[in-house]
Nanobody, 124 residues
Framework: QGQLVESGGGLVQAGDSLRLSCAASGWIVKYFTMGWFRQTPGKEREFVAS????????DYADSVKGRFTISRDNAMNTVYLQMDGLSPEDTALYYC?????????????????WGQGTQVTVSS
């Protein structure tokens, strides 16, 4: 069975940047719309960004617009989340997810495959 494996998380200071990666094994990423979500203890998993199968359509949560960029490299079977201007409010466990929806989607229930997450911690 295929897996999604996130990497690139870590501890950074406010204003720093990080790039998260989501590598797929046993999957062909180009056939899926991909998304990033995040979760903090005691809160529901929230949408961050999504990119369509074609890569032409993206969607972002209002809280990250202008700071985060989602992209995909189908040849590498990998999806990325470039995070700039990080703030302590961005501290969370970040998850990669896949859906068969054609267009970018923010609905958590549309996604049926998830990675294990990578922790991002931003200090003030």
């Amino acid at each position: 069975q295929g897996q999604l494996v996130e990497s690139g998380g870590g501890l950074v200071q406010a204003g720093d940047s990080l790039r998260l990666s989501c590598a797929a094994s046993g999957w062909i990423v180009k056939y899926f719309t991909m998304g990033w979500f995040r979760q903090t203890p005691g809160k529901e998993r929230e949408f961050v960004a999504s990119i369509s199968q074609s890569g032409f359509y993206t969607d972002y949560a209002d809280s990250v617009k202008g700071r985060f960029t989602i992209s995909r490299d189908n040849a590498m079977n990998t999806v990325y989340l470039q995070m700039d201007g990080l703030s302590p409010e961005d501290t969370a466990l970040y998850y990669c997810a896949a859906t068969t929806e054609i267009l970018a989607t923010s609905r958590r229930d549309d996604y049926n495959s998830w990675g294990q997450g990578t922790q991002v911690t931003v200090s003030s």
